[in-house]
């Protein structure tokens, strides 16, 4: 059954054309795992943030109002939780993932007032844009079911995902800069502190024809200088966090 419901909430994600849409689909199955609220959104200050936010949710409106008015995006507690784990986490592990502050009381304490009494949040990390995260709450008196907790998980990834592409932030393939296999070495190594002579040394070319491959991909990415250039193709996925580390 689980299974079923799961695949089905994947297909009906992946052919959603609105974020209204997906928001009806996400009140159903939330509501289908014993949640009365959702929340998907990025963790920045939604209507101050200078790219396009995230932000899909069926949390009360005195919510809403509150949280924008205090700027909680970047420094909610489950927000901040969420950034320590790439797997979903029951509200009541809270104190297990950071110090939860005098302030961070009072945030929770205000969420149960206004009628979110406890809730499971599945994080959402993507090299090169904002942290987010898929919550789902319940009301006053009523407990989830913790055996749909792997749904959860999968629901949560799925819809963030889902709201990227309908949102635009998604890139698309046609929106990333195009690199070659030897501008995507000479980037590696310069992400590992070599200097373009080393390059040309370690991959067997010329130091004029390192520093040509570099200059191309720079152009590319339209930046001026390595650090930036390695920053791109690392949140772009040309390079990954490790390729980047000394072993």
């Known amino acids: 059954m689980v299974l079923k419901t799961a695949q089905a909430f994947a297909f009906a994600v992946e052919t959603a054309a609105t974020i209204d849409e997906l928001a009806t689909l996400l009140e159903a199955i939330a509501h289908e ?6 929340a998907l959104a990025h963790h920045v ?11 899909v949710h069926n949390y009360p409106g005195e919510w809403e109002a509150w949280f924008d008015a205090e700027r909680l995006g970047p420094s909610d507690p489950v927000h901040r939780a969420s950034h320590l784990t790439s797997v979903g986490f029951p509200w009541s592990r809270l104190p297990q993932l950071i110090v939860i502050t005098k302030r961070d009381e009072e945030i929770l304490a205000h969420s149960r007032r206004v009628g979110l009494a406890d809730g499971f949040t599945v994080p959402a990390h993507v090299p090169g844009e904002s942290a987010g995260s898929c919550s789902f709450a319940t009301a006053h008196g009523r407990t989830f079911r913790t055996e749909w907790m792997p749904l959860a998980q999968f629901v949560g990834a799925t819809a963030f995902e889902g709201a990227r ?26 992400a590992r502190g070599k200097s373009d002579w080393e390059t040309s040394q370690i991959l067997g070319i010329g130091h004029d024809t390192a520093i040509q491959h570099m200059k191309e ?8 200088n390595r650090t930036q250039l390695a920053i791109h193709a690392l949140y772009d996925g040309a390079l990954t966090f490790t390729d980047a580390l000394k072993r």
Not at 48 to 55: E, N, S, V, Y
Not at 171 to 179: E, I, K, N, S
């Open 33 to 38: 795992m014993g949640f009365q609220h959702y």
């Open 45 to 55: 200050d939604v209507p101050r943030a200078p790219q396009p936010a995230i932000r």
């Open 165 to 190: 592409r309908l949102s635009g932030v998604r890139r698309t393939d046609q929106d990333r800069p195009r690199l070659s296999d030897r501008q995507r070495d000479c980037i590696y190594w310069a």
């Open 217 to 224: 991909a720079r152009s590319r990415y339209g930046v001026t």
